[in-house]
């Protein structure tokens, strides 16, 4: 009797096809991408609030382009409980201490030494930061610039009341994103005008770039995961981190060369055979 082939791993690929995000299709994305995985994987598609229902058929979770959690919180945490409950495969992995867990991690690093815009949340430690025209607001709950401000000094005593961080607004040469799959780059792109944040281009790190963005990769908890390092390139020419996306990072794969592309879904697929078990 002829054997049959062995079962292929299943992934419950969670995306919101229909979120607008300015500047970026995540549909296109979404698509393009799990059209590569179902080479290697049994696939399909769900929206975020059908995640929890849906999960326990599958071998694994993955967390993509599903847009901010903000609008739908509630059913977000109970998603999170009940697949650590039932110890479900979730990628990226529900440990993560950036983005995943909220801006306080900004706080933390910038109060331990490490290279961030310098970060406070409350108005008697507006001392620490460098004196500035502007500075930014932005809640410690937000997600792709939601509730975002920029805002004069004489504005900051009102705001700054633990709940929203405040940065002095850094007068930067671009900013330049740093792509992982676990703990190993793959590649970089940047936004030379600063002015449009989404044209990107291909970005060639050096050494000491790629020692920066490390750095954050293997200070968060996430062994199995996607992870995107946001730098600023300071006036003095240091980088600076302006987030570290751990949830659902867009990966802008629509302005990668063929070989790039190849070779991070290889990873991408790599990555997810392992977190399985396959």
């Known amino acids: 009797m002829p054997s049959l082939p062995p079962a292929r791993p299943r992934i419950l690929y969670v995306t919101d096809l229909a979120y607008q995000a300015r500047g970026r299709r995540y549909c296109d994305e ?14 399909a ?21 599903s847009g901010p959690v903000l609008g739908y919180q ?28 909220g801006k306080q991690y900004l706080l933390d690093l910038s109060a331990v030494g490490f290279p961030v815009i310098p970060t406070v949340d409350r108005i008697e430690d507006l001392h620490r930061l460098p004196r ?21 000094a004489d504005r900051l005593p009102a705001l700054a009341d633990g709940s929203v961080l405040v940065q002095p607004c850094v007068d930067f040469s671009y900013e ?13 792109l ?3 005008d600063t002015g449009q944040r989404w044209r990107l281009e291909t970005y ?7 020692e920066f963005a490390q750095r954050f990769v293997d ?8 992870q995107r390092v946001d730098a600023c390139r300071a006036p003095d020419g240091e980088l600076l981190l302006v987030e570290l996306e751990d949830l659902n990072p867009y990966l802008s794969l629509e302005v990668l060369d063929d070989t790039r592309r190849d070779a991070f879904v290889a990873a991408l697929k790599a990555s997810l055979r392992r977190f399985v078990g396959a």
Request: hydrophobic share 45%.
């Open 176 to 188: 330049v994103s740093f792509y992982f799959v676990d703990h190993d780059f793959q590649y970089a």
């Open 30 to 43: 979404d698509i393009d991408l799990t059209s590569r995985l179902r080479a290697d994987f049994d696939l």
């Open 219 to 226: 200070w968060n908890t996430i062994d199995h995961g996607i």
């Open 204 to 210: 060639e790190p050096t050494a000491a770039d790629l």
């Open 132 to 152: 500035a025209d502007r500075y930014v607001v932005k809640p410690k709950l937000g997600a792709d610039s939601i509730g975002l401000q920029i805002v004069p």
């Open 74 to 101: 509630t059913e977000y945490d109970a998603f999170r409980e009940r697949a650590t409950d039932a110890g479900t495969r979730v990628y990226n992995q529900l440990s993560g201490r950036a983005d995943m867990a």
């Open 190 to 192: 940047y936004a030379p």
């Open 45 to 65: 598609l769900c929206h975020p609030l059908d995640a929890a229902g849906l999960m326990d058929a599958f071998d694994a979770v993955v967390v993509r382009n």
